[in-house]
């Protein structure tokens, strides 16, 4: 028998797969989607420093109805930009960020059968020089999701 993935996997993995919808060719303003990575722990390689890294940091019961829990899932992604323009580089990867978290504030994920919403948003930006000059957007955002009462499941 195997088991399904919990809900906050799912939710992770719903999360990953919007971010890679984040191309010039989908009508956004960067390729930035084309490096997703969750909870990313290896040094970014000089040469491919474009891209996102996301992480679930914090998850929380926020309410009890019935026989469900509702919950808040913490969301850090850490995009980075590089370029001659890194400052107009970061922006546009926040905006195809804000724009792709907005596009169905109420996101479904099939395997979940609920749903998820975005429910704050947080960005800052800041511009890093090491050996490359390099922008870094962070975004903190939450999801809010149900499972069964004391569960990793699904209702």
């Known amino acids: ?29 960067t390729d930035i989607g084309a490096k997703v990575y969750v909870w990313k722990v290896a040094p970014w390689d000089p040469k491919d420093l474009s891209g996102m890294i996301i992480r679930d940091t914090t998850c929380e019961i926020k309410g009890q109805v019935t026989q469900h829990h509702d919950w808040t899932l913490q969301i850090e992604v850490d995009a980075l930009a590089v370029g001659e323009r890194v400052s107009e580089a970061s922006r546009n990867a926040e905006a195809d960020i804000l724009k792709c978290i907005g596009l169905t504030p109420r996101w479904t994920v099939e395997a979940l059968s609920a749903r998820m919403e975005t429910t704050s948003i947080n960005t800052e930006i800041a511009v890093r020089h090491e050996e490359t000059l390099m922008g870094v957007v962070r975004f903190r955002f939450e999801v809010a999701f149900r499972t069964a009462l004391f569960s990793p499941e699904v209702p």
Do not use: E, H
Request: proline share 3%.
């Open 1 to 29: 028998m195997s088991l399904k993935k919990p809900a906050r996997q799912q939710v992770v993995d719903s999360i990953a797969d919007r971010f890679k919808t984040i191309r010039i060719a989908n009508g956004y303003r």
